[in-house]
């Protein structure tokens, strides 16, 4: 458009309109392109923008109500500040994208025009949350300690039930030796059992998550977290007459076929591998359970064919 249509050259006299013409319809192609383009990515990238920003700001705000909440808060609020400087990045990219095209004098639709300034008013919005955020986090943590105790406290009381359900002298009773059926009340029982110590792990595990968490973010932190002990003690204690059981019955069903097999086909050396898997349950029973007639039952059964090995 800048080329002059006629140009004195000394003595000569130049006229470019007709190279101007010849040239100018692909400059003017590109350009439209350019001009229906770049808005479209412009709202592109406001778009994802606007999407991060408003779940920052969504979560940043949230009335929490549990400690699980919370620690999904902190872990957020860590995230968002380590991802500040690639927001900022980006948000800068959107800011520079819009000024070209108003430097251009590139349309840009009304709707699209109210987003970037909205992304704009969310973008100061979510750095002023992450400072407040950070301001109050000591406060808050001190409050949600209190209920990170308070489910602690409800824990041991599950503990409690958990180890007087696992007192039940039924689980170290051989007696007719139907308890290895399943379906059997002991069976049953164990399963049940086996079933909380699980959920008790768990929540144990869970709870000292949340106090590290706690203490990486606290500034006068002790660093000290429940260890559990006797929680473990009752879950391992489960966990070993499940298997005490559950060995007494998978034990009885491989000897009654090898006991079917023909002699030239059996493995020996399977089988002492095998053997010495469940030895292993029972030296350990027999050394944490008190007196009872169930391992012995089963450390006869273990030597018998050990032996016949």
């Not at 770049?38 to 994802?48: C, D, I, Q």
């Not at 029973?285 to 169930?294: G, S």
């Amino acid at each position: 458009e800048k080329l002059p249509g006629m140009t004195e050259l000394g003595l000569i006299k130049l006229n470019s309109e007709k190279m101007r013409a010849a040239l100018m319809p692909a400059p003017t192609r590109c350009l439209n392109e350019l001009e229906g383009l770049l808005p479209t990515l412009g709202a592109e990238k406001v778009k994802a923008l606007t999407e991060e920003i408003n779940e920052a700001n969504n979560r940043l705000t949230k009335q929490m109500q549990s400690v699980d909440d919370f620690c999904d808060y902190l872990e957020f609020l860590e995230d968002v500040q380590k991802r500040q400087d690639d927001i900022q990045a980006r948000y800068s990219q959107v800011e520079e994208h819009y000024e070209l095209m108003a430097d251009n004098n590139v349309p840009v639709n009304a709707a699209d025009m109210a987003e970037y300034r909205s992304v704009t008013a969310e973008f100061s919005n979510m750095k002023n949350n992450i400072d407040a955020c950070e301001g109050k986090k000591a406060e808050d943590i001190d409050v949600f300690t209190k209920m990170l105790e308070q489910n602690m406290k409800v824990l041991e009381e599950d503990r409690k039930e958990a180890k007087n359900i696992a007192m039940d002298e039924v689980f170290l009773e051989y007696g007719d030796g139907s308890g290895v059926n399943e379906g059997s009340e002991v069976m049953r029982k164990l399963q049940s059992l086996e079933e909380t110590a699980t959920e008790l792990k768990a929540g144990a595990e869970k709870l000292q998550f949340q106090q590290k968490l706690f203490n990486k973010h606290h500034p006068n932190s002790t660093g000290q977290v429940e260890r559990f002990d006797e929680l473990k003690e009752v879950v391992e204690d489960i966990q070993l007459k499940k298997k005490l059981w559950d060995s007494l019955r998978d034990f009885g069903a491989l000897t009654v076929g090898w006991t079917q097999t023909q002699f030239s086909e059996l493995d020996a050396a399977a089988m002492e591998e095998t053997i010495a898997a469940f030895n292993k349950t029972v030296i350990n029973a027999d050394r944490t359970l008190p007196a009872n007639d169930v391992v012995p039952k089963l450390k006869d059964q273990v030597t018998l064919f050990k032996n016949t090995v």
